[in-house]
Antibody
């Protein structure tokens, strides 16, 4: 079964840091591009960023709202992707999801999400 | 930053047909925007229904179809079921950036 499981969410003060993880199973992780998407409570979905596969040189992309503060990385040997979040703001409070894009079937499976709360 | 627009709310009768749309502030939506459609029920993660304009995943009921219509991406639900009541989001691809629409709350009533 193809599965993605996020972890690492929690409560952090403004200006703090947090690192989220996305654990993959049931598929060839190294072939996939991994996306991070967030959703504030009661709001819509927002693309955070993505990291491509090795054939695409692990290229990354970030939304303007997080560029320079968030960094996405991956460890194909561990089938893990990460979202390092620095200089957190109250507006970063959200559920964070990871999802994959396969070359032939596009974006399909999503994780269940992990909650990040930025508050003093 | 482009803005992607969706109807805030739509109501459909059980068994009825409804079309949700996804427009772009930059102009006509094309296949080059690789439109996606997602369904999200309360308390659940999003579920991908349609990718690259009109391709269904294996779990997507055949009553859902995607297309380009009147300069927008469209999601048509033919034969609405009570379990289709949910929020529906689209996104469009803009040269490396993804922009989601604000979502449509679909009520089956």
């Amino acid at each position: 079964e193809v599965q993605l499981v996020e972890s690492g969410g929690g409560l952090v003060q403004p200006g703090g840091s947090l690192k989220l993880s996305c654990a993959a199973s049931g598929f060839i992780f190294s072939d996939s591009t991994i996306y991070w998407v967030r959703q504030a409570s009661g709001k819509g979905l927002e693309w955070v960023g993505h990291i491509s596969s090795r054939p695409k040189n692990y290229a990354t992309g970030y939304a303007a709202s997080v560029r320079g503060r968030f960094t996405i990385s991956r460890d194909d040997s561990k089938k893990m992707a990460y979202l390092q979040m620095n200089s957190l703001r109250t507006e970063d409070t959200a559920m964070y999801y990871c999802t994959r894009v396969e070359p032939t079937i596009g974006m399909d499976v999503w994780g269940q999400g992990t909650t990040v709360t930025v508050s003093s | 930053q482009p803005v992607v627009t969706q109807e805030p709310s739509v109501t459909v009768s059980p068994g009825g047909t409804v079309t949700l749309t996804c427009g772009s502030s930059t102009g006509t939506v094309t296949n080059g925007h690789y439109p996606y459609w997602f369904q999200q029920k309360r308390g659940q993660a999003p579920k991908t229904l349609i990718y690259d304009t009109n391709y269904r995943h294996s779990w997507t009921p055949a009553r859902f179809s995607g297309s380009l219509l009147g300069g927008k991406a469209a999601l048509t639900l033919s034969g609405a079921q009570p379990e289709d009541e949910a929020d529906y989001f689209c996104f469009l691809y803009y040269s490396g950036d993804l922009v989601f629409g604000g979502g449509t709350k679909l009520t089956v009533l």
